[in-house]
């Protein structure tokens, strides 16, 4: 992949370039320091002032964030549409969770991943989605760098973390019938050609991981770990910034309290002769209920974007060949074989169930403020499966789905297809390149396009 880095923009003169670089420092040190933890803040109008330099006259705009959320096996084809624009976009039974945000959404028909296609079912139409690379078949793993890592090395000088890469189901090992390695069935986000970016599927981990918490002290409280800097910051920011750090550290206490719950050692201490404290974190199987785990997931990309800890990130919800079950849907059969019955009633409200997960990350960061608008407002959240059909395993086009404005730069509201206007020009890339252009990654190319997404 070949990207051009432009320098800044040539409208700004030294001075007031300087002055946004100060403003960009003192927004990554505004963070809260206690034993054993580092709480990073959200955006606040007034963080000149918390910082405590002058920076009269510049303008600091919030962050724009990106984040993937996949689902494996395809979706319900006949339950997947939508008609009109704005308040007025008629959706069809599978989207309805995104009805309250269906102006904040734009549902895109029709494109398609290229190399995932005649190259046989599952890995190989699966460990491209986000790269659009052409696999290696074998032992040897290569493919390409995700769209995910390219915005994340773009990102990595000025956050904490360069990307959340999240999941809700451990991957699997091995070679498929079509001899792609399952490794491909198992991960989107791609680093380099070679190697998948580790995935995160403990969601008390990836809840560390936001606040630098570590050893023993990870079961402390992390806001009684920051109550005496809490308490001095609730007298120096605005009142709206108090109204918006309040709401943050409720969010905080909140995942905190289902993290713990879920982390929960059911084997009594004693019994193993040694304390709780220095026991392995539980195995598989915790959350044992997956609606939890993927709320909580959810949860922590929430939390690592209101506080510009991560501007990226991604969300394997279910991976490939998954074998997660739904009991709490009537569903009595695995994902990866109810998938083939995707005409039946019972895959359409396990579809309807992964657009509710997106549904509610997106109402999640819509309740953020952020100035005048929202987290979501200057976000973009992209919802993808690797297939259409998974009776046919037709990747012949993708479903996919995006909410939030990227900061204005994204016009939302609508329903876009380009079923009909030739392979060339419906490539997924070219929404991937669109979206690196519009978050200030000037590439030429990326995957198999060369050219946006036109009238995105």
Not at 221 to 236: C, G, M, N, P, Y
Not at 281 to 286: I, M, V
């Amino acid at each position: 992949m070949k990207m051009e880095y432009l320098p800044p923009s040539p409208s700004l003169n030294p001075e007031t370039r300087t002055m946004n670089l100060r403003v960009q420092k003192l927004d990554r040190r505004t963070v809260l320091k206690g034993i054993g933890v580092t709480m990073a803040l959200p955006w606040f109008e007034a963080i000149p002032l918390v910082g405590g330099e002058s920076t009269a006259g510049s303008i600091v705009s919030p962050p724009q964030r990106f984040a993937a959320l996949f689902m494996g096996n395809g979706i319900s084809p006949k339950n997947w549409w939508a008609k009109g624009s704005g308040t007025d976009m008629e959706l069809s039974k599978s989207l309805q969770p995104l009805a309250p945000l269906r102006t904040k959404l734009n549902v895109i028909n029709g494109l398609f991943n290229k190399n995932a296609t005649g190259v046989g079912i599952h890995p190989g139409q699966t460990g491209n989605i986000l790269s659009g690379a052409a696999l290696q078949k074998g032992a040897v793993l290569h493919g390409g760098v995700s769209v995910d890592q390219a915005l994340a090395a773009h990102f990595e000088e000025v956050t904490a973390q360069p990307s959340l890469v999240l999941g809700c189901e451990q991957p699997i090992t091995g070679y498929h019938e079509t001899n792609f390695s399952m490794a491909y069935s198992s991960h989107i986000s791609w680093k380099d050609a070679d190697a998948p970016v580790p995935m995160e599927v403990y969601p008390s981990l990836a809840f560390d991981s936001l606040f630098e918490s570590q050893g023993s002290r990870r079961t402390a409280s992390i806001l009684d770990r920051v109550r005496e800097q809490t308490a001095a910051l609730q007298h120096k920011v605005s009142h709206a910034d108090k109204a918006k750090l309040d709401e943050y550290l409720t969010s905080v206490r909140d995942v905190e309290k289902r993290v713990e719950r879920a982390r929960a050692v059911k084997t009594k201490a004693d019994e193993r002769g040694r304390p709780v404290r220095s026991m392995p974190r539980p195995a598989n199987g915790l959350p044992e209920d997956i609606r939890e785990h993927m709320r909580l997931m959810c949860d922590v990309v929430a939390l690592a974007f209101q506080t510009d800890k991560t501007r990226v990130a991604t969300l394997l919800l279910c991976r490939d060949l998954s074998g997660l079950f739904y009991p709490f849907l009537g569903v009595r059969t695995a994902h990866h074989p109810t998938s083939h019955e995707d005409q039946s009633d019972a895959y359409e409200r396990v579809a309807r169930y992964y657009v509710g997960q997106l549904a509610y990350l997106a109402g999640r960061l819509a309740a953020m403020k952020e100035g005048e608008a929202t987290v979501l407002d200057n976000s973009c959240l992209l919802f993808v499966s690797n297939m259409w059909s998974g009776s046919r395993h037709d990747s012949s086009k993708l479903p996919v789905l995006l909410l939030g404005g990227l900061g204005g730069k994204l016009k939302t509201g609508r329903v876009l297809d380009y079923t009909e206007r030739g392979n060339e020009n419906r490539r997924l890339c070219s929404l991937y390149l669109s979206l690196l252009n519009r978050m200030g990654v000037k590439a030429e190319r990326f995957g198999d396009a060369t050219t946006p997404l036109e009238g995105l």
